[in-house]
C-alpha cells in the first residue's frame, strides 16, 4: 500500500454522487517496480494507475467519485456480444450496465486479484472471469470467456472500455496540465496498442499492448450519458473508447455497408471450451520512447517515412521491428502498392500509378502475429492542388450578383455531398464567409496560388479578394466581420430562409451581431487572403490587376487592426498566424521599415505575455490545440527560450506518431465538427486543421535540431495530412469522421483553409539523417551520385522549401520550383529550379537562405535581392550553387 492512494480514496469516501462500484468498501492497492496502482474491492475495476514512484495518474482517480455510476466505463470492465448455434441475432453484455459485488477468487503469484463477473453480467452461455496480472513488472489485464452452455457459441464483439483522464471540465488550465492526458490508438491488430501522453508532453507515458492473442482490431467510441459534474461527449470532455478484440457484430449492424480499418472477426467455442484475451500496460520513459516500449513487449513495430499519406510518385520506406521474422505481406486494394524488400525488414512501397485513397498493408509473421499499416495514396502533390485550385474556383465560385448579401463573387463552402455551394447554415459564418467555418474554401484556393498559381484562378480569387474582402467582410479601416450572411427576417424580410433549418440557436446570428468584428481569429484568414496574392504579384505580376504593394499593405493593415483593444482573443495563439511571420519577412524584404517595425512591436507585446503565463495556449475553448502555433513563433522570434521548450513538448503531448495515415501527426481535435462540419458532432478529428497547423512547430523545430528526427517524424505525417482531405475531383473536406459507424470524410469544406495554409508554410523537402532509416529525404526522392554526392528530387506540395539537415541548412524560393538539388559532405549544395507546369512563367526566382547551424552560406554569381539572391530564368530551368561564406 502507498500513501498518496490511501489518502487520495480516503478523501473520495462516501461522497460519490451514486455508488455503483462500492467505493464506500474500500480499494486493492498494489505496486509493482513499474506501477502504482488500485483496484476498487467491489467491482475490481481500475481506479488508479501511475508510474512507480510518481504522482501522475493516468486515470482520473480524481474525479472516480463522480463515475461511480452504472453505464459509466473503466477499465476492467468488459462489453460483448454473441449467439448462440441456430441463432442469427446478437446478444449483448455490457460488465458496467447493472453493476453488482463480484466474485472474488484466490490471487497467488502473478496473480493479483482474481474475480468471476457472473454477478455483474446478465444470464447467459458464456462465463467471464477477470484476473488482474503481474507480467514482468508490468500490470496485464485478463478475461478467460468459457461457454458454459451446451450449444457452440460465436462470439461477435469483445471489448475493453478504454479510461483515461481526458476530462477537462471544471479543470483551469494549471491543472489540466498537471493532471490530464490524451490517448490515441494504433489499430494494427496484433501490433495494435494504445499510447497515452500527460497533456504537458513531459514525464512518462503509457502504453496499452495485446495479451493473449487480443489483437487491437476495432476501436469503438462508447456511449455514456452525461452528468453535469464531467459532461461527458463535450468540448471539455471528449469521451471514452474501447479496445475491440472482435468486431464482426458490429459490422454486421451498425457499421453495415462500410469499409472497418481491418477486416471483422468473430469467435467461436465450443461447450465447454473457454478463451483468454487481455491487455498489458507498460511504462515508456518518455514520447519518444514509445515504440521501444511497445517493442519490449514483443509487439511489432512498424516506422515508415515519409510517413504514412503518399503520393503516387514518391516512393514509401516501411521499417518493421519484430521478434520474428515476416512470412508474407499484401495489401488491400491488391496491387495498390508495390512491395519489395530492401534489407533486414525493410521495404520500399511503390503505388500503383491509378491506386488512390484508403490501402491497408498486412504483415504475417512466421510465430503467427498479423500486423496491418494504412496508408492513404494521393495523386502527386502538384495534381492535388491543380484538382483542388480548379474545383474552388469552379464548383465553389459563387457568382450570383444578385445576392442580398453581397457575397458575389467568391469561393464559398461547399457540400460535395449535396454537389452545391451552402448558401445558407443555421451557423452564420459557415455560409457567411467568415470564422474559420466559412473562409475554409477561400482561404484554401487563395494560398494554393502562392504555391502554384493559375492565371485564371488568379483572376477569379482578384475580383473576389477586391471586391468582397475588402468593401464587404473586411471595412476601411480593416476591421473584419464575423459574417456577412445572418438570420435577421426585419433586416432581409424577402429573403427565402429555407423553413428546414433550426433558426433558433444562438449560431443564427443576426445582421448586428454578425456584424461584429471582434473575433481576433478572424483576421488571420484575411491576412493570409492578401498575402498569398501578395506573392503572386510579386512573382507573377502580369497576372494581376493590382500592384504587390496593395496586397502587402491590406496585409499588415490586418494584422495591425487585429491587435487593438476593441478585438477579442487577440492575446492568445491564433490559427495560421504563422503567416504574420512571413507577411513580416515580406515587409522587411521590402524595405517598408516603419510597418514592419509596427508589426514587430505587436507581436512582442503578445510574446511577453505567454512568457509569463504557466499555459500561455489559451483560445476560446477550455482546452486548445491552436494556440501553440502563434505562442511557438513569436516567443522563438523574441528570444524566450523557456516557452520555446515547453512548446514543443505541449504540441508532442497531443500529436501522435502512428501507423497509420489517419492518427499520424493528427493533432488533437474532437469538437469542431459541431461547429464547421457537415456531420455535427463530438467526435475524435482525422487530420483537421490542428494536423497542418501543428506541424509548423515540429518541424521548425527540426530544423533548430537535426539530430532530433522524432520531431520531423510527426510533423511530416501532420504537414501531409491535408493533402489526404482532397478528393479526385478536388473537393476539400474538413475532416475525416473517425466513429467506426461513419469513417468518412465530412460532406462540406468547412474549415480546411487553416490546415492548407499551415502545410503551405512549414511542408517542403526535408533530407534527415533518420534515427532509423540512415540518411533519407522526407518529401523527396534520395540517391547517391557516381561521385558520392547526395541527390534529391522534391516530390512535396510545396516544391519551394528544402532543408538540408545534416547540413542544417534552409533554402526557399518564391516563384517557380525546385526540380532537383545535390550535396557533398562539406561542400557546396546545388540546386535547378524551373518554370512551375501549368502555372505561368516568370523571369526571375528570388531565394533566401538560412542556415541554422554555426556555418553562412552564400550564392556565387547571383545578383542581391530582397534579402536573397536573384536567379534568372529565362528559360525553362536553371542552376545555382550555395557555399559556405
Not at 368 to 381: A, L, R, S
Not at 467 to 495: E, L, T
Not at 552 to 566: F, N, P, V, W, Y
Not at 603 to 630: C, F, N
Request: charged residues 20%.
Amino acid at each position: 500500500m502507498f500513501k498518496g492512494l490511501a489518502l487520495l480514496f480516503a478523501l473520495i469516501g462516501t461522497s460519490c454522487a451514486q455508488d455503483n462500484l462500492g467505493l464506500a468498501n474500500g480499494y486493492l492497492n498494489f505496486t509493482t517496480s513499474n506501477f502504482e496502482f488500485s483496484l476498487v474491492k467491489d467491482a475490481q475495476i481500475l481506479a488508479s494507475l501511475r508510474p512507480a514512484g510518481d504522482s501522475f495518474d493516468f486515470l482520473p482517480s480524481d474525479l472516480l467519485k463522480v463515475r461511480a455510476r452504472n453505464a459509466q466505463y473503466h477499465w476492467g470492465d468488459v462489453t460483448f456480444r454473441y449467439r448462440q448455434e441456430g441463432s442469427s441475432a446478437w446478444t449483448s453484455a455490457d460488465s458496467s450496465t447493472s453493476r453488482k459485488v463480484v466474485t472474488a477468487n484466490g490471487a497467488t503469484g502473478d496473480v493479483l486479484a482474481s474475480s468471476s463477473l457472473t454477478n455483474t453480467l446478465p444470464t447467459g452461455p458464456l462465463e467471464i472471469t477477470r484476473e488482474w496480472l503481474k507480467v514482468s513488472e508490468d500490470l496485464a489485464l485478463q478475461f478467460t470467456v468459457k461457454n458454459a452452455g451446451n450449444k457452440t457459441v460465436e462470439i461477435g464483439s469483445l471489448g475493453f472500455p478504454a479510461e483515461f483522464n481526458s476530462i477537462f471540465t471544471n479543470r483551469l488550465a494549471t491543472d489540466m496540465q498537471k493532471l490530464c492526458s490524451l490517448s490515441d490508438p494504433y489499430v494494427g491488430l496484433d501490433a495494435g496498442y494504445i499510447r497515452v501522453n500527460p497533456l504537458r508532453g513531459t514525464g512518462k507515458s503509457l502504453v496499452v499492448t495485446p495479451l493473449s492473442g487480443s489483437p487491437l482490431e476495432g476501436y469503438r467510441n462508447l456511449a455514456e450519458t452525461s452528468y453535469s459534474e464531467t459532461y461527458y461527449g463535450s468540448q471539455t470532455f471528449e469521451g471514452f473508447y474501447e479496445w475491440q478484440v472482435l468486431t464482426k457484430a458490429y459490422a454486421d449492424n451498425e457499421w453495415k455497408g462500410l469499409e472497418p480499418w481491418n477486416p471483422p472477426t468473430s469467435k467461436t467455442l465450443k461447450a465447454g471450451e473457454e478463451a483468454k484475451f487481455g491487455v498489458r500496460f507498460s511504462i515508456a520513459e518518455e514520447v519518444r520512447d514509445i515504440d521501444n516500449a511497445v517493442a519490449k513487449t514483443g509487439t511489432p513495430v512498424a516506422v515508415g517515412v515519409p510517413g504514412f499519406i503518399i503520393p503516387r510518385d514518391l516512393p514509401a520506406q516501411l521499417l518493421l521491428k519484430s521478434e520474428s521474422a515476416v512470412s508474407s505481406i499484401t495489401t488491400s486494394p491488391d496491387g495498390a502498392f508495390e512491395v519489395a524488400s530492401a534489407g533486414d525488414k525493410q521495404y520500399t512501397l511503390t503505388a500503383s500509378p491509378s491506386a488512390w485513397g484508403r490501402v491497408r498493408v498486412t504483415i504475417k509473421y512466421e510465430d503467427g502475429k498479423t500486423q496491418t499499416v494504412h496508408y492513404f495514396i494521393t495523386k502527386p502533390t502538384t495534381d492535388v492542388l491543380a484538382d483542388l485550385g480548379s474545383f474552388l474556383t469552379t464548383e465553389a465560385y459563387f457568382n450570383d450578383t444578385s445576392d442580398p448579401f453581397k457575397r458575389a463573387p467568391s469561393v464559398m463552402t461547399y457540400d460535395y455531398e449535396k454537389h452545391a455551394i451552402v448558401e445558407q447554415d443555421m451557423r452564420a459564418w459557415v455560409a457567411g464567409l467568415s470564422d474559420e467555418g466559412g473562409t475554409g474554401a477561400y482561404v484554401a484556393a487563395l494560398v494554393k496560388q502562392a504555391l502554384q498559381p493559375d492565371a485564371e484562378e488568379v483572376s477569379k480569387l482578384e475580383d473576389f479578394v477586391g471586391s468582397v474582402i475588402w468593401g464587404g467582410v473586411q471595412s476601411s479601416d480593416y476591421a473584419v466581420k464575423k459574417a456577412i450572411f445572418y438570420y435577421d427576417r426585419a433586416a432581409m424580410p424577402n429573403y427565402p430562409y429555407d423553413p428546414s433549418i433550426n433558426w433558433g440557436t444562438w449560431m443564427s446570428w443576426s445582421k448586428e451581431s454578425a456584424g461584429y468584428i471582434d473575433r481576433a481569429y478572424n483576421y488571420v484568414h484575411v491576412a493570409a487572403a492578401y498575402w498569398s496574392l501578395y506573392r503572386v504579384a510579386r512573382a507573377y505580376p502580369s497576372i494581376v490587376t493590382k500592384d504587390w504593394e496593395w496586397y502587402l499593405e491590406h496585409a499588415q493593415g490586418t494584422i495591425i487592426r487585429m491587435t487593438k483593444s476593441d478585438i477579442w482573443y487577440n492575446d492568445v495563439g491564433l490559427m495560421g498566424e504563422t503567416v504574420f511571420a512571413e507577411i513580416l519577412a515580406d515587409l522587411k524584404r521590402e524595405g517598408l521599415t516603419s510597418e514592419a517595425n509596427a508589426v514587430e512591436a505587436a507581436m512582442k507585446v503578445r510574446a511577453e505575455l505567454w512568457h509569463s503565463q504557466e499555459i500561455p495556449y489559451g483560445s476560446e475553448m477550455a482546452w486548445d490545440s491552436t494556440g501553440q502555433e502563434g505562442v511557438y513563433y513569436w516567443t522563438k522570434y523574441f528570444g524566450f527560450t523557456d516557452s520555446v521548450t515547453k512548446t514543443i513538448n505541449s504540441v508532442l503531448g497531443f500529436m501522435p506518431a502512428i501507423a497509420h495515415w489517419g492518427w499520424n501527426g493528427n493533432a488533437r481535435r474532437y469538437w469542431d465538427f459541431v461547429y464547421a462540419a457537415k456531420l455535427g458532432r463530438i467526435e475524435r478529428q482525422i487530420h483537421h486543421y490542428g494536423s497542418g497547423l501543428n506541424s509548423q512547430v515540429l518541424l521548425a523545430a527540426f530544423r533548430d535540431d537535426p539530430s532530433d528526427s522524432y520531431l520531423l517524424r510527426v510533423g511530416y505525417g501532420g504537414s501531409t495530412g491535408p493533402l489526404s482531405n482532397i478528393n479526385q475531383d478536388g473537393f476539400p473536406s474538413a475532416a475525416f469522421h473517425s466513429w467506426p459507424n461513419t469513417l468518412k470524410w465530412d460532406g462540406i469544406t468547412g474549415d480546411y483553409g487553416p490546415g492548407f495554409l499551415g502545410m503551405a508554410l512549414g511542408s517542403g523537402t526535408y533530407v534527415a539523417d533518420d534515427e532509423n532509416f540512415g540518411l533519407v529525404a522526407y518529401g523527396g526522392i534520395l540517391s547517391k551520385g557516381d561521385d558520392g554526392s547526395v541527390v534529391v528530387e522534391p516530390r512535396d506540395a510545396v516544391r519551394k522549401r528544402v532543408f538540408v539537415g545534416p547540413l542544417k541548412l534552409l533554402v526557399n524560393i518564391d516563384a517557380g520550383t525546385i526540380e532537383k538539388f545535390s550535396y557533398t559532405e562539406g561542400g557546396a549544395v546545388s540546386f535547378t529550379v524551373g518554370q512551375q507546369e501549368g502555372a505561368p512563367r516568370t523571369d526571375n526566382v528570388v531565394v533566401w537562405v538560412e542556415s541554422t547551424g554555426a556555418q553562412s552560406w552564400a550564392a556565387t554569381g547571383l545578383t542581391e535581392s530582397r534579402g536573397g539572391w536573384q536567379v534568372p530564368l529565362s528559360g525553362q530551368s536553371a542552376s545555382f550553387t550555395l557555399q559556405v561564406s
